[in-house]
């Protein structure tokens, strides 16, 4: 049972938007910044957004962070084939020894 | 280039020990906070320990007391030593470097873990 709450799927056709919910607490969420991963199938989690909703270089504007009170959400625009994959949210727990909590995931299927 | 190469996995019966390796290029390891996060097979991501830049080393409750994380600063690698290994420590495990924010902004390509009698 993840600390983070994600719905398990979402999905959208191409060239749609979504969004993906990260449900937390004010010991995770609300007092930390949040991050977001993207897992291709086979491949190691690539960092798409830090601190909230900031991009590191080279992921595209089409993906987007926010965050509110104890919740984060991640959005995709202009959806493509490519971006089916498992996403992830990731924070800190000051409840939790040293403890760095990740999302169940959600898997992204474009239709 | 930024680069982590993770090694060491294998198949190890249960009770068995086994010590996994990261390689690291294109940055200094003591000068980061380096983790170790797991994968198990079909399951969403468990972070599992970290050393600080200072040295300070934490752990998730379900492998405190089993799993030790160093590193070896001469050679730039991070290392888990894994004992008393139990059919749940079964996962992919990544090596991966934090950024701001302890956001995760480069991982190994990860090393599987089998424990199976």
């Known amino acids: 049972q993840s600390v983070l709450t994600q719905p398990p799927s979402v999905s959208a056709a191409p060239g749609q938007k979504v969004t993906i919910s990260c449900s937390g607490s004010s010991s995770n969420i609300g007092n930390n910044y949040v991050s977001w991963y993207q897992q291709l199938p086979g491949t190691a989690p690539k960092l798409l957004i830090y601190?909230?909703?900031k991009r590191p270089s080279g992921i595209p504007d089409r993906f987007s962070g926010s965050k509110s009170g104890t919740s984060a959400t991640l959005g995709i625009t202009g959806l493509q084939t490519g971006d089916e994959a498992d996403y992830y949210c990731g924070t800190w727990d000051s409840s939790l020894s040293a403890g760095r909590v990740f999302g169940g995931g959600t898997k992204l299927t474009v239709l | 280039e930024v680069q982590l190469v993770e090694s060491g996995g294998g198949l190890i019966q249960p009770g068995g020990s086994l010590r996994l390796s990261c390689a690291a290029s294109?940055?200094?390891?003591?000068?980061?906070?380096m983790s170790w996060v797991r994968q198990a097979p079909g399951k969403g991501l468990e972070w599992v320990s970290v050393?600080?830049?200072?040295?300070?080393?934490y752990y998730a409750d379900s492998v405190k007391g089993r799993f030790t994380i160093s590193r070896d600063n001469s050679k730039n690698t991070l290392y888990l030593q894994m004992n008393s290994l139990r059919a749940e420590d079964t996962a992919v495990y990544y090596c991966?470097?934090?950024?701001?924010?302890?956001?995760?902004?480069?991982w190994g390509q990860g090393t599987l873990v089998t424990v199976s009698s």
């Open positions: 050393i600080y830049s200072g040295g300070s080393t």
């Open positions: 601190e909230n909703n």
């Open positions: 294109g940055f200094t390891v003591s000068s980061n906070y």
């Open positions: 991966a470097r934090e950024y701001r924010g302890m956001a995760f902004d480069y």
